[in-house]
């Protein structure tokens, strides 16, 4: 039977846990916890028993400024209740996102400007440990934005975006940074880069469960491409590319997060605009269970300006989707073929923070 599935959503500095009913579509708020500074990501030790929090006091796109950065841990607890898990370890910038490895062993931090990628240990006994050093020099692109271990663990893919062209500055290329993995450590560095990373601006992959596929949101391109996993390298290409806009829209759109739909039947594509006249969706695909490409079916109002979050229960019934602007907590049911059905939407009270991070996790 289905566990007990709670969500998390930050607002500035801190973190709120809400009951889930996933079965009636509905959310029960719970405790607050607060964290050193604004919540930047939050991943799940895989025992499903902790939780990491990355924060920081500089703002988006600042640098180097600010001097409050960490990675907090928190004890989970059987009603989906937070609590302190030993000492936060302090980081040198901002990080734009962490993920453990599959076993989580170690958590990997992805830092946006400076491009940068750094490991720590995690201890024995769930608590952030100290930095791995890397024997040899790291190439980390152009404005990382996310990291994660293959499924196998054997490899760690940097997602890199680079910058489109600016008044008086040429474009800077994106790139998969993809490196061999074993004990801490990254070696064997390879970039992934079609055309030299010239109109490739990678933010976010997710993986297929079952089949060697990589889905790649492409936020400058507004765009989805699937590259091929095999004996351990990512294909230099994408085998597919797909369009994840709707329709033309009058405001800057930028293409977010990625997710494949537990089962491997679906993948969807956040469609992120600053204001309401622009799309603000959910581009749902179906996944060719042969080849791997996929087809678009919908795109999914979310009901909110600027959809920078969203996630899909562990059962795969029930997505929730988390709105920068306006601060909506939206939530569908997922169909049978992967479309979204819209069932109610919460509006949270942020004052003049921001819900920047929201998930699910199963006890």
Request: proline letters at 7%; glycine letters at 10%; aromatic letters at 8%.
């Given at each position: 039977?289905?566990?007990?599935?709670?969500?998390?959503?930050?607002?500035?500095?801190?973190?709120?846990?809400?009951?889930?009913?996933?079965?009636?579509?509905?959310?029960?708020?719970?405790?607050?916890?607060?964290?050193?500074?604004?919540?930047?990501?939050?991943?799940?030790?895989?025992?499903?028993?902790?939780?990491?929090?990355?924060?920081?006091?500089?703002?988006?796109?600042?640098?180097?400024?600010?001097?409050?950065?960490?990675?907090?841990?928190?004890?989970?607890?059987?009603?989906?209740?937070?609590?302190?898990?030993?000492?936060?370890?302090?980081?040198?910038?901002?990080?734009?996102?962490?993920?453990?490895?599959?076993?989580?062993?170690?958590?990997?931090?992805?830092?946006?400007?400076?491009?940068?990628?750094?490991?720590?240990?995690?201890?024995?006994?769930?608590?952030?440990?100290?930095?791995?050093?890397?024997?040899?020099?790291?190439?980390?692109?152009?404005?990382?934005?996310?990291?994660?271990?293959?499924?196998?663990?054997?490899?760690?893919?940097?997602?890199?975006?680079?910058?489109?062209?600016?008044?008086?500055?040429?474009?800077?290329?994106?790139?998969?940074?993809?490196?061999?993995?074993?004990?801490?450590?990254?070696?064997?560095?390879?970039?992934?880069?079609?055309?030299?990373?010239?109109?490739?601006?990678?933010?976010?992959?997710?993986?297929?469960?079952?089949?060697?596929?990589?889905?790649?949101?492409?936020?400058?391109?507004?765009?989805?491409?699937?590259?091929?996993?095999?004996?351990?390298?990512?294909?230099p290409v994408p085998r597919f590319r797909k369009n994840a806009l709707g329709s033309a829209s009058i405001t800057r759109q930028a293409v977010g997060t990625v997710h494949v739909h537990p089962n491997g039947r679906a993948v969807y594509v956040a469609n992120r605009a600053a204001?309401?006249?622009?799309?603000?969706?959910?581009?749902v695909y179906t996944i060719d269970q042969s080849t791997g490409e996929p087809h678009l079916i919908e795109h999914a109002d979310t009901r909110g300006v600027h959809p920078r979050t969203f996630h899909i229960d562990p059962s795969g019934r029930l997505m929730a989707v988390a709105?920068?602007?306006?601060?909506?907590?939206?939530?569908?049911?997922?169909?049978?073929?992967?479309?979204?059905?819209?069932?109610?939407?919460?509006?949270?009270?942020?004052?003049?923070?921001?819900?920047?991070?929201?998930?699910?996790?199963?006890?």
């Open positions: 039977m289905p566990g007990k599935v709670s969500l998390y959503a930050s607002v500035g500095p801190e973190l709120t846990h809400y009951d889930v009913d996933v079965e009636g579509a509905a959310l029960t708020r719970r405790g607050t916890v607060g964290l050193p500074a604004n919540v930047q990501y939050v991943w799940p030790h895989t025992s499903r028993r902790f939780l990491y929090v990355a924060t920081s006091d500089s703002a988006s796109g600042m640098g180097q400024q600010g001097n409050t950065h960490h990675v907090t841990a928190f004890g989970i607890g059987a009603d989906g209740a937070l609590n302190p898990h030993g000492p936060p370890i302090r980081l040198p910038t901002r990080p734009i996102h962490m993920a453990t490895d599959v076993p989580s062993q170690y958590i990997l931090v992805a830092f946006s400007n400076p491009s940068a990628i750094r490991v720590y240990r995690i201890n024995a006994d769930a608590t952030p440990g100290e930095e791995v050093a890397q024997p040899g020099p790291i190439d980390p692109g152009i404005f990382a934005h996310q990291v994660r271990a293959t499924p196998d663990n054997r490899l760690v893919i940097l997602v890199t975006r680079g910058h489109d062209a600016a008044t008086g500055k040429a474009e800077e290329p994106g790139a998969l940074k993809v490196f061999d993995f074993k004990d801490g450590v990254l070696s064997n560095e390879v970039s992934v880069a079609p055309d030299g990373g010239y109109g490739f601006g990678p933010r976010h992959l997710d993986f297929h469960p079952s089949k060697p596929w990589v889905y790649v949101s492409l936020e400058r391109q507004n765009a989805l491409d699937m590259f091929e996993l095999a004996n351990g390298a990512i294909s204001t309401a006249d622009g799309e603000n969706s959910l581009a709105h920068i602007t306006g601060a909506v907590l939206s939530l569908f049911r997922i169909g049978e073929d992967g479309g979204l059905h819209f069932v109610r939407a919460y509006d949270i009270d942020v004052g003049n923070r921001t819900m920047w991070w929201m998930g699910m996790v199963e006890q």
